[in-house]
Structures are given as C-alpha cells and as structure tokens.
T-cell receptor, first 118, second 111 residues
Framework: NAGVTQTPKFRVLKTGQSMTLLCAQD?????MYWYRQDPGMGLRLIHY???????AKGEVPDGYNVSRLKKQNFLLGLESAAPSQTSVYFC?????????????????FGSGTQLSVL | LAKTTQPISMDSYEGQEVNITCSHN???????ITWYQQFPSQGPRFIIQ???TKVTNEVASLFIPADRKSSTLSLPRVSLSDTAVYYC????????????FGDGTTLTVKP
C-alpha cells in the first residue's frame, strides 16, 4: 500500500521544454489535486479533479494542463516550461464523504517533485 | 474563500505547550477548520479538524470559539521533532477545490 506516489522526484528542464508529472494513488480516492510550493511559502492549488474524466482550475492554473483518464492517476503537464515554474510540486488525494459522515476528511500528500527550469 | 492569517514564526522549548492561533474572519457556515503539519522536503500531513468548540486527538487539540472567527491549535509538551511548518485551512470540505493554504507558521522547538 504505497498511498500517493509522485514521479519523478527531481527534474531539471531548459526553458521551453515540456514534461509530465505523474501522480498515482492506490487508495481509491475520488479527488486528486496538484499544488506548487515556492520557497518559504504555502501551497497553491494548480488544478484538481473530482473524478475520472473531470478536471478543474485552481488558483494558479496558467501554464499547466492536467488529465485524469484513470481514477488512480492524475497527470500534470508543462507544455513550455518557464523559470517561474521552478518549484516543488505536490500531489494530494481526498476521498468523498457524505455530509453526515464529514469528520476528519483529510488530504493525503505525495512526497513531492522538485522541478528546476533553467 | 475564507482567508486565514497566522503568525509567521514561533519559538518554544521542549516540554512546553504551544498554541498557534489562526484568524479567519470571513469563515462561512459550511466551512471546517483543518490543520496540517509539514516537515522539510515532505508533503503536509493532517493533524486535526473541527467545526466548533473543542476537538482533541492523540497529537493535538483544536479550540474554536463560538463566533468561529479564529481557531487555536494546541500542541502539548512539544519535542524537537515538532519543529515544522503548521498550516491552518478553512474551507467547505464538500467543495473539492475550495480550501486554501496560507503561508503557515514555522514552529522552532529548542532544547
């Protein structure tokens, strides 16, 4: 039971290159999220998904695209990387709870991907 | 979205009780308050969640006054391993994308 697995853990890109970050979960959670965290700052939501085949924009979606073709996987794509996208990227999952059972609903995070764009 | 305000940093000593307060003046009726802990080079980890009054689990307590415009995370008898960043989140837990992380409080526990 691995929980939330992110690949790769580290990556260096040149400006203009593209790449895809993969988030895989084995907890059968409905919701999945991509956050970025810049040094000394909190996490900012890029995109999220409430289920297979659905995606939605978060706070800072520009420059990123996502796909959720399978329930267990959530992909984050950078089509043309920019130095401003240098950051640590975290994937998280959450399960849906009925309102009457809404206690201790929590996000489960992966260990992060350190991305540097030169 | 309910905006949260926390102290940027706090210092404490081993064995002391630490209280970290979060202000959320425009909290909505359906919003819950959740606290996370983050160590360097790791993703945040859930600590505790509440709606009103007091919630306690094996690691912390959460105090929420009647007006719910603030909340206080209480860590009893901290140790060096409690040095971390603590985030307060406010959001409707039934609205998948609504909760927002602030900049957090860096707690440093000294020997």
């Amino acid at each position: 039971n691995a929980g939330v697995t992110q690949t790769p853990k580290f990556r260096v890109l040149k400006t203009g290159q593209s790449m895809t970050l993969l988030c895989a979960q084995d907890m059968n959670h409905e919701y999945m999220y991509w956050y970025r965290q810049d040094p000394g700052m909190g996490l900012r939501l890029i995109h999220y998904s409430v289920g297979e085949g659905t995606t939605a924009k978060g706070e800072v979606p520009d420059g990123y695209n996502v796909s959720r073709l399978k329930k267990q996987n959530f992909l984050l794509g950078l089509e043309s990387a920019a130095p401003s996208q240098t950051s640590v990227y975290f994937c998280a999952t959450k399960t849906y709870l009925d309102k009457l059972e809404a206690t201790n609903e929590k996000l489960f995070f992966g260990s992060g991907t350190q991305l540097s764009v030169l | 979205l309910a905006k949260t305000t926390q102290p940027i940093s706090m210092d404490s000593y081993e064995g002391q009780e630490v209280n970290i307060t979060c202000s959320h003046n425009n909290i909505a009726t359906n919003d819950y308050i959740t606290w996370y802990q983050q160590f360097p080079s790791q993703g945040p980890r859930f600590i505790i969640q509440g709606y009103k009054t007091k919630v306690t689990n094996e690691v912390a307590s959460l105090f929420i006054p009647a007006d719910r415009k603030s909340s206080t995370l209480s860590l009893p008898r901290v140790s060096l391993s409690d040095t971390a960043v603590y985030y307060c989140l406010v959001g409707d837990i039934q609205d998948a994308g609504k909760s927002t992380f602030g900049d957090g409080t860096t707690l440093t526990v000294k020997p």
